[in-house]
């Protein structure tokens, strides 16, 4: 599959591994729709530095979790770029950090209806325009965390769980059509969700790790890149994390 001349759209591009991911496609020559929520400012920079440097770019708001949004960004990433060969389900849902006697159910459930919402209302927005194409590639960035389990992150496991879940199924029913789906699993990587973690800690997750570092979002852009042109490979989830876990 080529990326060069392709359309894809990347939620949540407007910083971190979306950001990465938005970049490489766009220096591999495909057209770019960077999705963003608030950084408004962040994505028409990025825009502008993928424009600079020759390529197209668009950045588009909409809130990757509410179904109108998603389908309003696909059709005008359709008009302005072209029928989208490329998804990349990326936009970080977030959710507190809290013990599961702790928990409160409203947030469970926020963090799973907004990361299965997320992936499923994007893939029924893109999915028809795949299909004018004649195929596509998904990629959805889940996480280590969803068979790797830390305290607090109940919530996220399980969503990410589902996500890889949802993965496997559309990979399943999708492929006779020409469409590949594929999920990356991050360890922890250097970006603004990971900034409150202490260096110390920081520090000893990469001791841990064979290859003696943290993750950086370029290392997950170049996983997904691999991913989206690996043209026999489909419902795999590739773990980026130096080795840190098996899984
Ligand atoms: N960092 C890690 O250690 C790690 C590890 C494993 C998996 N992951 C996964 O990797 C993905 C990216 O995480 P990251 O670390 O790059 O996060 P990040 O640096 O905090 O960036 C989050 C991005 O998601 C966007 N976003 C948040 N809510 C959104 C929504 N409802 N609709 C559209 N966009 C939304 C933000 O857009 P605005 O700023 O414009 O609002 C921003 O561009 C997430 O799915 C995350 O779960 C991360």
């Known amino acids: 599959m080529s990326l060069t001349g392709n359309v894809a759209l990347v939620t949540g591009a407007s910083r971190g591994i979306g950001a990465a991911v938005a970049t490489a496609l766009a220096a591999q020559g495909a057209a770019v729709a960077v999705n963003y929520l608030g950084s408004e400012e962040a994505a028409h920079d990025l825009v502008?530095?993928?424009?600079v440097a020759g390529g197209?770019?668009?950045?588009?708001?909409?809130?990757a979790r509410d179904r109108?949004?998603?389908e309003a960004m696909a059709a005008t990433v359709k008009a302005e770029l072209g029928p989208?060969?490329?998804?990349?389900?990326?936009?970080?849902?977030?959710?507190?950090?809290?013990?599961?006697?702790?928990?409160?159910?409203?947030?469970?459930?926020?963090?799973l209806l907004g990361e299965l919402g997320a992936a499923f209302h994007g893939c029924r927005a893109v999915v028809p325009q795949m299909l004018e194409r004649k195929g596509g590639s998904i990629v959805a960035i889940t996480s280590g965390l969803a068979r790797n389990p830390g305290w607090g992150f109940?919530?996220?496991?399980?969503?990410?769980?589902?996500?890889?879940?949802?993965?496997r199924a559309l990979a399943f029913e999708l492929g006779p059509m020409g469409i590949r789906v594929n999920a990356v699993a991050p360890?922890?990587?250097?970006?603004?969700?990971?900034?409150?973690?202490?260096?110390?800690?920081?520090?000893?997750?990469?001791?841990?790790t064979p290859l003696r570092r943290n993750g950086r979002a370029e290392d997950v852009a170049?996983?997904?890149?691999?991913?989206?042109?690996?043209?026999?490979?489909?419902?795999?989830t590739l773990p980026v994390n130096g080795g840190g876990y098996v899984f």
């Open 48 to 51: 502008l530095k993928i424009t």
């Open 84 to 111: 989208i060969g490329i998804l990349v389900l990326n936009a970080s849902i977030g959710f507190p950090m809290a013990g599961f006697l702790e928990y409160p159910w409203e947030a469970f459930e926020a963090k």
């Open 222 to 236: 170049q996983a997904v890149l691999g991913l989206l042109q690996a043209g026999f490979v489909t419902g795999a």
């Open 68 to 70: 109108t949004q998603v």
């Open 187 to 208: 360890g922890l990587t250097l970006t603004d969700a990971t900034v409150h973690i202490a260096e110390k800690h920081k520090a000893a997750a990469a001791e841990h």
């Open 56 to 63: 197209r770019a668009l950045a588009v708001r909409a809130d």
């Open 154 to 167: 109940g919530a996220h496991s399980a969503a990410k769980a589902g996500l890889e879940g949802f993965v």
